[in-house]
């Protein structure tokens, strides 16, 4: 390399540098993230269609776990985490929500469990999932691989319904979708739907009506449906 080209090179990079340019030489290292659970605790929740003598009985609870990506606190969860693949996890949101009254003089705060998410511990991206027919006081997804198992409601013109619902992330429809029986129900169990039971070889699951017969419905689809993109650097 001639001393022309030297200099050349050399007046580049300055230039570069000044103005805040990616060098070729130097490519930008990709942003290291840290997503992590943080220490369970123990808070207050009633059942929002419970009877009023249940509701001045406060003491049930659940336990919600800061979800922190990059130190900062990015949402609330509750229960355990599913590995999904070795870079993605889904676990259930847990919500604070406002049941003032509009007459209260000051807002009244209770714990929800929610819908899921995804966390993607390479990216910190976090995505809301859309599971079908999920009803947060109904449903107790049980996952396998991609799929997740529950109960869940659905309502039309002609009335409400409870759906054995096998949802796959990456799905438009739920590769299984079968009314067990009439939704809402007076005086119904708690919980609704006992938690589905998974077998691997052949693909099947079992759900119970919490006081029913369990039926048992076979799965046909495909796995690894989940799209995990490049890391992202604007987490």
């Known amino acids: 390399m001639t001393r022309t080209s030297v200099l050349l090179q050399s007046i580049t990079l300055s230039l570069a540098a000044l103005m805040g340019l990616p060098s070729a030489a130097a490519p930008r290292a990709p942003r290291v993230h840290t997503v992590v659970l943080g220490a369970p605790r123990r808070v207050s929740f009633t059942q929002p269609d419970a009877t ?4 001045t009985d406060e003491t049930s609870t659940i336990r919600v776990r800061p979800l922190i990506v990059d130190d900062r606190v990015r949402d609330w969860t509750t ?37 899921w998410i995804t966390v993607d511990r390479a990216t910190g991206h976090i995505t809301p999932l859309h599971l079908p027919d999920f009803d947060p006081l109904v449903s107790d997804a049980v996952w396998f691989r991609d799929y997740a198992a529950y109960c869940g409601t659905s309502f039309t013109s002609k009335g409400g319904s409870l759906n054995v619902i096998v949802a796959q992330l990456g799905a438009r429809r739920p590769v299984v979708q079968k009314t067990i029986g009439r939704w809402p129900e007076p005086n119904h169990f708690l919980p609704v739907c006992q938690p589905a039971h998974w077998q691997r070889q052949p693909l099947t699951v079992t759900i119970q009506p919490t006081g029913g017969q369990p039926a048992t419905y076979d799965v046909i689809g495909t796995t690894s449906l989940l799209e995990e993109g490049d890391n992202d650097d604007g987490n």
């Open 79 to 115: 229960g355990d985490s599913h590995d999904i693949t070795d870079r993605t996890f889904a676990i259930r949101r847990a919500l604070r929500i406002n049941d003032a009254l509009p007459a209260d003089t000051a807002p009244r705060w209770i714990w929800q469990p929610g819908p």
């Open 52 to 55: 009023l003598e249940a509701r």
